[in-house]
């Protein structure tokens, strides 16, 4: 069973890069059959897509993350990563890796999810 | 982008009733929208896929249908274990957006 981890920093200062790895077991990043994603939910708020990306590197970025986002991936250790640069308190959320299903265009698999506060 | 609005926002119901969840979208998404249950301190759960497809494991009494602009969940006979928060979401293009959640209260 491809379980998802995110782990990180649980604080950043306003103005520093946010940086999370989601480590995959069970499973492989290199499928064929899914893209890799962060979501994120702001506490007692809704869920926002931040990125997707596919093993062999192509990535979407939602529109409103204006170019802080960066998703990649390390095939060899078989986890991906998030960078978020230029936060402030309004990126303070739940941080969420997960699976998308390329068939379905749904997130079929998530992490446990991992608090990250922006404050000085 | 592409915007779900989910009606209502909240909603107070009891065990054994039957609940229907709405979720529109601002353009024409065909039938790429999946549902999915959170309750609170946990990871959403997907339930339903390609509007109206039951994820492998999910209980038979969530349906989903719709296509277009307007989608429905559909809880046959709630359970006490269906509390907390529904989500729809949508694929198209390169975006992924989710509707703002309907509570459930029991």
């Known amino acids: 069973q491809l379980q998802l981890q995110e782990s990180g920093p649980g604080l950043v200062r306003p103005s520093e890069t946010l940086s999370l790895t989601c480590s995959v077991s069970?499973?492989?990043?290199?499928?064929?059959?899914?893209?890799w994603a962060w979501i994120r939910q702001s506490p007692g708020k809704g869920l926002e897509w931040i990125a997707s990306?596919?093993?062999?590197?192509?990535?979407y970025y939602n529109l409103s993350m204006q170019g802080r986002a960066t998703i990649s991936l390390d095939t060899s250790k078989n986890q991906f990563f998030l960078r978020l640069s230029s936060v402030t308190a309004a990126d303070t959320a739940v941080y969420y890796c997960?699976?998308?299903?390329?068939?379905?265009?749904?997130?079929?698999?998530w992490g446990r999810g991992t608090l990250v506060t922006v404050s000085s | 982008d592409i915007q779900l609005t989910q009606s209502p926002s909240t909603l107070s119901a009891s065990v054994g009733d039957r609940v229907t969840i709405t979720c529109r979208a601002s353009?024409?998404?065909?039938?790429?929208l999946a549902w999915y249950h959170q309750k609170p301190g946990r990871a959403p759960k997907l339930l339903i896929y390609?509007?109206?497809n039951l994820e492998s494991g999910v209980p038979s009494r969530f349906s989903g249908s719709g296509s277009g602009t307007e989608f429905t969940l559909t809880l046959s006979t709630l359970q006490p274990e269906d509390f907390g928060t529904y989500y729809c979401?949508?694929?198209?293009?390169?975006?992924?957006?989710f509707g703002q959640g309907t509570k459930v209260e029991i």
């Open positions: 997960a699976r998308l299903r390329i068939s379905a265009a749904n997130f079929d698999l």
């Open positions: 353009q024409n998404i065909d039938g790429w």
């Open positions: 990306l596919f093993y062999s590197g192509s990535t």
């Open positions: 069970g499973g492989s990043v290199s499928s064929s059959l899914y893209y």
């Open positions: 390609k509007a109206s």
């Open positions: 979401q949508q694929y198209q293009g390169s975006s992924r957006t």
